[in-house]
């Protein structure tokens, strides 16, 4: 943990649930970042825009700049802009993020490339036979993120990482994922902040796509025991998280005393 200069909390089961504040959570945040920390906040979340993601956690008492949002659809933007500039794209994702996705050319009767988004009702039989028989066409698949589940204040949902293996077993072609758990969305944020892997801490409830990625990806895992934590999961899973903390309002008395000031470099 020594010379962790920077902190990436994930938001969902961490910060909020169905968008309510996890006890703790604002004051800890706030506490982080007066110890001068620097952070972003990444996200799989699909199902609305960074804007309105900034708007809900100020709402829920949790102020961020709309710079600090780092969502999957964000990420997706960037890679298809590199990887296939002016193609037309399919998006496949409940909730509305248009926004999120300036400069795409948007054709889901025409794609060159399909991208799948967050799971929801839109994910029907013809939706996924279609993606499927694309995959068989030679159509690249971009899923925006490979989370298994979510959490809300109901209980857990399945997301797209459940769906992943099986397009591609029927698809005979790999999907490429953009989001946690790949590197990608880690190493983005850290040059966002301008740190090394090393540097930064990844905070999640979720221990796969979250935590143990953040580890291969070279930065400390930190485990909260809410959202959809499960202790079934932990207790069966190979690898651990370098900590595990009950929620999200202990932070401040971890990271003091293993964080360096921020000297700007």
Partial sequence: MAGIRGVLYDIDGVLVTSWRAVPGAAD????????????????????ASCAEIAERLCAAG?????????????????????HH????????????????????????????????GGAGAEFTHRALSRVVESMLDGIPVIAMQGS???????????????????LEAAGHAR???????SPTGFHACAGLLGLRPEQLLMIGDDLHSDVLAA???????????????????????????????????????????????????
């Avoid at 949790?62 to 590199?82: F, G, H, Q, W």
């Avoid at 993020?97 to 794609?111: C, N, Q, R, S, V």
């Avoid at 999907?175 to 758990?181: L, S």
């Fill in 85 to 116: 500039p002016g193609a037309r794209v399919w998006v496949l994702n409940h909730g509305a993020i248009e926004d999120d996705l300036t400069g795409l050319t948007l054709d889901a009767e025409h794609p060159d490339v399909i991208v799948i």
């Fill in 215 to 265: 580890r291969a990806a070279g930065m400390t895992g930190v485990l909260v025991r809410t959202g959809k934590f499960r202790q079934s999961v932990l207790d069966a899973a190979a690898s651990a998280p370098d900590h595990v903390l009950d929620s999200v309002a202990e932070l401040p008395a971890l990271v003091p005393a293993v964080a360096l000031p921020d000297t700007g470099d």
């Fill in 175 to 181: 999907i490429t994922v953009i989001g946690k758990p």
């Fill in 148 to 166: 298994m589940t979510w959490a809300t204040a109901d209980g857990l949902r399945i997301d797209t990482g459940t769906y992943l293996p099986g």
């Fill in 28 to 47: 800890a945040v706030r506490a982080v970042h007066e110890a001068g920390l620097r952070r972003a906040f990444l996200t799989n979340t699909t199902s």
């Fill in 62 to 82: 949790i102020p961020v700049d709309i710079s600090e949002i780092v969502t999957a659809a964000r990420l997706t933007v960037e890679y298809l802009s590199r």
